[in-house]
Structure formats: structure tokens, C-alpha cells
């Protein structure tokens, strides 16, 4: 059976996203693999601002750092099952994977482990002055995964629901 991967970079999403991806998974009669990446430097980055605003002293904490883990990983499994609930409504067959490090490099070696035909991939809206510093994970992957990529963005994912607003009145 051929694959559909979703790759869920952050918790913050909305749910277009999930439709877009089980949508067509179910029209290309593919299962629907959703792996969700834990940002491994959470806690730091955590630890950071709190450092820098004076509210903590130099060396973090540990407890911090497994409370930051544990609060990323609570997200992931809330994010997997909204694309569970959605993929079993449309009767599609889905698989969760949680991965620890938002790397590209973790996401090829997933996109190589599993083979999917087709990669769908969030995008945060960044910021015109960030682009020009910075590559997201989405672009990264547009350019170096051996199979298609598509790219969800918030701004489609916010135009989308503004839509569906619209038709609800």
C-alpha cells in the first residue's frame, strides 16, 4: 500500500493541515503516517529566556528540563491524535511516529525508512526580515528529499478556516 507522511513540525497547528493529508491519502487509497518531531532544544531555549529576564540563575534546572520534554511530548501525542481521529473518520489507515530531533537529516532518514510517495510538511508563516537568515525545515525539505513535497502553510491553513467561517454563516 503506498504511504502518505505528514510531518508535523510543531504543536501549534490547526486542523486544515490534518484535512488536507487524509483527504488525499483517502482519494490515492494510501495509509497515513504522521511523525511528529520533539524539539530536543526546548529546555535550553526555555532556560534561556528565563535566564535572560533574571528569573533564573545559571545552571538549569533538571527538573526544568524534563518538565519542558514532557509538556513537547503532551503536545505531540495531542497533535498524532487529532490526525488519528481524522484518519480513522475517513477511513484511513494511520501510523504515529514520534522523533526527537527536528532535523532534516532525522526527517530524510524517516522519508527513506517508510518510502512514502508523497511528504506534506507544516510551515510557520516566517517573518519577510527571518527568510533571509534562516531556512525552515519545509524549504530544506522541498529541496533535498527524493520524493514530492508538498507545503501547508499557517497562511493556507488561516485562509482556509477563514473560509469555512464564511460558509458557516
Same mark, same amino acid.
Given at each position: 500500500?503506498?504511504?502518505?507522511?505528514?510531518?508535523?513540525?510543531?504543536?501549534?497547528?490547526?486542523?486544515?493541515?490534518?484535512?488536507? &493529508?487524509?483527504?488525499?491519502?483517502?482519494?490515492?487509497?494510501?495509509?497515513?503516517?504522521?511523525?511528529?518531531?520533539?524539539?530536543?532544544?526546548? *529546555?535550553?531555549?526555555?532556560?534561556?529566556?528565563?535566564?535572560?529576564?533574571?528569573?533564573?540563575?545559571?545552571?538549569?534546572?533538571?527538573?526544568?528540563?524534563?518538565?519542558?520534554?514532557?509538556?513537547?511530548?503532551?503536545?505531540?501525542?495531542? &497533535?498524532?491524535?487529532?490526525?488519528?481521529?481524522?484518519?480513522?473518520?475517513?477511513?484511513?489507515?494511520?501510523?504515529?511516529?514520534?522523533?526527537?530531533?527536528? *532535523?532534516?537529516?532525522?526527517?530524510?532518514?524517516?522519508?527513506?525508512?517508510?518510502?512514502?510517495?508523497?511528504?506534506?510538511?507544516?510551515?510557520?508563516?516566517?517573518?519577510?526580515?527571518?527568510?533571509?537568515?534562516?531556512?525552515?525545515? *519545509?524549504?530544506?525539505?522541498?529541496?533535498? &528529499?527524493?520524493?514530492?513535497? &508538498?507545503?501547508?502553510?499557517?497562511?493556507?491553513?488561516?485562509?482556509?478556516?477563514?473560509?469555512?467561517?464564511?460558509?458557516?454563516?
Amino acid at each position: 500500500m503506498k504511504k502518505l507522511l505528514l510531518v508535523i513540525p510543531y504543536a501549534g497547528f490547526s486542523g486544515a493541515s490534518i484535512d488536507q &493529508a487524509v483527504k488525499r491519502a483517502k482519494k490515492d487509497n494510501a495509509s497515513l503516517t504522521a511523525l511528529y518531531l520533539l524539539e530536543g532544544g526546548a *529546555a535550553a531555549s526555555v532556560f534561556d529566556k528565563f535566564s535572560d529576564i533574571g528569573f533564573m540563575g545559571d545552571r538549569p534546572a533538571e527538573d526544568l528540563s524534563r518538565a519542558v520534554m514532557k509538556e513537547s511530548r503532551q503536545r505531540g501525542y495531542e &497533535a498524532l491524535g487529532k490526525v488519528q481521529i481524522k484518519a480513522m473518520e475517513e477511513g484511513v489507515a494511520f501510523e504515529p511516529i514520534v522523533e526527537e530531533d527536528a *532535523a532534516v537529516e532525522k526527517v530524510l532518514s524517516v522519508i527513506e525508512r517508510e518510502d512514502p510517495y508523497l511528504v506534506f510538511v507544516l510551515k510557520r508563516k516566517q517573518r519577510s526580515f527571518m527568510k533571509y537568515f534562516t531556512r525552515s525545515l *519545509a524549504d530544506e525539505l522541498s529541496e533535498r &528529499a527524493s520524493v514530492e513535497v &508538498a507545503v501547508i502553510t499557517e497562511e493556507d491553513e488561516q485562509e482556509k478556516e477563514r473560509a469555512d467561517d464564511k460558509n458557516m454563516d
